[in-house]
């Protein structure tokens, strides 16, 4: 067969999967398959520079179509993919016709998850993943500013949080229910959870924990009007945004045969269980040295799987095992999260919390595991070089400003 390789997925993973194939030597054939009207585009400032208005579609694009002509990739915008043939090695596309491949990436990303209430389908309630997402919540907030109706966000989550400081940057009255006691309890410290928290408020957001929401209430035209909580209460709503966090888009994979497991289940290289077929980005659940799975959803993620992905197709060893880092913009605030905080059991604080320049750091026994700063950039910055060193450290040495972290990276 020809060599050909058929990327399924434009967005972040795809683009660099493609790319890198080119510059590690690859000379055949590479199609580039989007199920998007648009050509790659970036995410991260949906939520933010895009939602407020501050960009413009230019300043979305990631790769234009001519950039990646130049580099003789085929790209294919509005395809959708049926079904992977793997006995035949042809991926199956809806409009009846078949790719063949000599290699597969699957770089399908994910889904927001949908609430699973009455009045979830009800029209202004959205979720946001996709450019298209972005400009229907934008249209829905001109109209409720029009009307001077509130905006509910369900999950105060990273996108939940980004959407509702957009929103109130707009004008808008913003309520945000969250289910759990805490913000962005799987991820920050308590102490940060309550920053956040009080972060909100000082801007203006009604901020509800441990909501119980029983279901949307639409009017007459079938357009949601409100939410209503376990107590009876009707917050008022004239658009809904739900981020409750998002689903791997596997289903591919899945009815292809291969190992899936809240996510396509690859190595530390992507490879997934067919040896022609890899997978990188949101889509993927890597196996670690010890069987556990590892779902990440960042920039950084999709680049390094995709380096990686495209390394196996060349016949090399190049695994993903960088420390994961993370951004999310609030109002004025950056918060650059570097390594992963799960079991910490000791939290230490560099800075100040209350000029909102810190940085909060998660230990457990001593060893470090993450770094959550805000508005500190060269903290993040050195914080990866420490979690890269798998260095050991006091809370002492965290909350004395005059004792310099980089010396241990000397040890």
Not at 91 to 99: F, M, N
Not at 144 to 159: D, M, R, T
Not at 392 to 407: H, I, R, W, Y
Request: aromatic content about 4%; charged content about 20%; proline content about 4%.
């Amino acid at each position: 067969m020809t060599a050909h390789i058929v990327i399924i997925g434009a967005g972040q993973a795809g683009v660099q999967t493609a790319e890198a194939l080119r510059a590690g030597g690859f000379a055949g054939a590479i199609t580039l398959l989007g199920d998007e009207p648009h050509g790659p585009y970036h995410r991260p400032p949906l939520s933010k520079a895009w939602l407020a208005g501050d960009i413009g579609a230019e300043q979305l694009v990631m790769r234009a179509p001519e950039a990646l002509a130049r580099k003789n990739i085929a790209l294919r915008t509005g395809v959708t993919v049926s079904a992977i043939d793997r006995a035949a090695r042809q991926v199956k596309l809806a409009d009846g016709s078949a790719l063949s491949y000599s290699g597969l990436v699957l770089a399908t990303g994910s889904t927001p998850r949908r609430l699973p209430l009455p009045g979830g389908d009800a029209q202004g309630v959205l979720a946001l993943r996709s450019r298209m997402d972005a400009s229907a919540i934008a249209e829905r907030m001109a109209m409720c500013i029009e009307q001077q109706l509130p905006v509910v966000v369900i999950g105060g989550g990273f996108i939940g949080l980004e959407v509702a400081a957009t929103a109130r940057k707009k004008g808008l009255s913003v309520i945000v229910l969250e289910a759990a006691p805490r913000l962005l309890g799987r991820v920050l410290a308590p102490l940060l959870s309550d920053w956040y928290a009080q972060l909100h408020r000082s801007h203006g957001v009604n901020l509800v924990l441990g909501a119980q929401i029983t279901a949307l209430e639409a009017d007459r035209q079938g357009t949601v009007s409100g939410v209503r909580m376990a107590d009876g209460t009707l917050v008022p709503a004239g658009l809904v945004v739900v981020g409750i966090g998002v689903s791997a888009n596997e289903q591919l994979a899945r009815d292809a045969g291969l190992a899936c497991e809240c996510g396509i289940v690859v190595d530390a290289c992507g490879r997934t269980s067919d040896p022609v077929i890899m997978a990188a980005g949101d889509c993927t659940a890597r196996r670690l040295p010890d069987g556990s799975l590892l779902r990440l959803e960042s920039v950084q993620n999709a680049t390094e799987q995709g380096k990686s992905v495209a390394a196996a197709l060349l016949g090399q060893e190049r695994p993903f095992t960088a420390t994961p880092w993370f951004w999310s913009d609030q109002y004025d605030k950056k918060l650059q999260m570097a390594g992963l905080s799960g079991g910490a059991d000791q939290w230490a604080v560099r800075g100040d919390m209350d000029s909102g320049r810190f940085s909060v750091y998660h230990l457990r026994a001593g060893q470090l595991l993450a770094v959550d700063s805000v508005n500190a950039s060269c903290d993040h910055l050195q914080a990866r070089k420490l979690l890269d060193a798998g260095v050991s450290l006091t809370p002492a040495q965290v909350g004395d400003a005059a004792f310099d972290l980089g010396t241990l990276l000397l040890k």
